[in-house]
């Protein structure tokens, strides 16, 4: 069983940079296709960032192009999401997530098996 755990959350000013990881142990990333998903209260999980078990493809939500930068170190067994130009609006909790997805875009929560517990990212202005 894949256990993911997230670091790397706090507390930024407005305009500021977070990097977000996601470390496994019990098995290898090598093989899941990796996502960065954030929940804010009641709200269904939104997706942020997937990148493709190779890391050859990434995906990126159309509003956050400019800001994120999905990565992964297979040998590392790690998954990082750095995130520019942080926005109020960017406050959540933050999981990562593995699945074993092959075809289309990775971005409907329902894809993946794996959860990570959270991290949670607060902007202050």
């Known amino acids: 069983q894949v256990q993911l755990v997230e670091s790397g959350g706090g507390l930024v000013q407005a305009g500021g940079s977070l990097r977000l990881s996601c470390a496994a142990s019990?098995?290898?990333?090598?093989?899941?296709?990796m996502g960065w998903f954030r929940q804010t209260g009641e709200k269904e999980r939104e997706f942020v960032a997937a990148?493709?078990?190779?890391?050859?493809?990434?995906y990126l939500a159309d509003s956050e192009k400019e800001r994120l930068t999905i990565s992964r170190d297979n040998a590392k067994n790690t998954v990082y999401l750095q995130m520019n130009t942080l926005k109020l609006e960017d406050t959540a909790v933050y999981y990562c997530?593995?699945?074993?997805?092959?075809?289309?875009?990775?971005?409907?929560?329902?894809?993946?098996?794996?959860w990570g517990q959270g991290t949670q990212v607060t902007v202050s202005s």
């Open positions: 997530a593995a699945g074993p997805i092959r075809l289309g875009v990775p971005s409907s929560w329902k894809l993946y098996l794996y």
């Open positions: 990148i493709s078990w190779s890391g050859s493809s990434t």
């Open positions: 019990g098995g290898s990333l090598s093989s899941y296709t």
